[in-house]
Structure formats: C-alpha cells, structure tokens
C-alpha cells in the first residue's frame, strides 16, 4: 500500500521560495509517475507538475514553468517540489501523488495514491 506524506508547506513573502518534500513507501516506485497537485480556494485541484521515476522526465503546468522545479531521490524515496519566485496566486494546499505509469500525467484520475496535502501561503 502506498503511502505518501508531505512537509515543507508554509508561509513566504511574495518573491520568496519555498521546497516541498514527498516521501514514498510502501512500494517500489521506479514503475511509477510521481505529482503535484494543489487545490486554491474556491478553485478546483489542478496539476502542477510530475515526473517520471524511472527516466526522470519532468512535466510543468503553464503557470509554474520556470519557477517551479520537480526532481525525484532515488535513495531517499522523496519527491520534491522546488518553488521560487512565489506569487500570491500560488497559495494552495500541495498534494503528492503517484500514478503506477500513465500516460496523461495531468489528470488527477491517472493517480492513485494521495498525501495529505500541505499548506502553502504567499503574502504581498
């Protein structure tokens, strides 16, 4: 059973960053794609970014391509979420998930397993 849980989550100034940490268990993971999702309020959960575990290909919404940097630790089992040059617009909830390898990683319904979610606050 996987599992999957979050930390990192915060409160930064607007320009700051902040590093998201995902830790695996539960299964062997290098089968698997590994995201970020993050639900903002009143708004619906969306994609962030994934990566896959095996070849470490990385994919980014619009929104947080060039700020946002997904990598994986293979030893460590953790995904992490690199984030900077925050905006106020990026305060969200941040949840880890993983998929057993798919093909559309921006679909919430390609995953399976969830974490808990993380709360990140960007103030102007």
């Known amino acids: 059973q996987v599992q999957l849980v979050e930390s990192g989550g915060g409160l930064v100034q607007a320009g700051g960053s902040l590093r998201l940490s995902c830790a695996a268990s539960?299964?062997?993971?290098?089968?698997?794609?590994m995201g970020w999702f993050r639900r903002s309020p009143g708004k619906e959960r969306e994609f962030v970014a994934a990566?896959?575990?095996?070849?470490?290909?990385?994919y980014y919404a619009d929104s947080v391509k060039g700020r946002f940097t997904i990598s994986r630790d293979n030893a460590k089992n953790t995904v992490a979420l690199q984030m900077d040059s925050l905006k106020p617009e990026d305060t969200a909830i941040y949840y880890c998930?993983?998929?057993?390898?798919?093909?559309?990683?921006?679909?919430?319904?390609?995953?399976?397993?969830w974490g808990q979610g993380t709360q990140v606050t960007v103030s102007s």
């Open positions: 998930a993983a998929a057993p390898g798919t093909y559309d990683v921006t679909r919430q319904s390609s995953f399976d397993s």
């Open positions: 539960g299964r062997t993971f290098t089968s698997y794609t």
């Open positions: 990566i896959r575990w095996r070849y470490g290909n990385t």
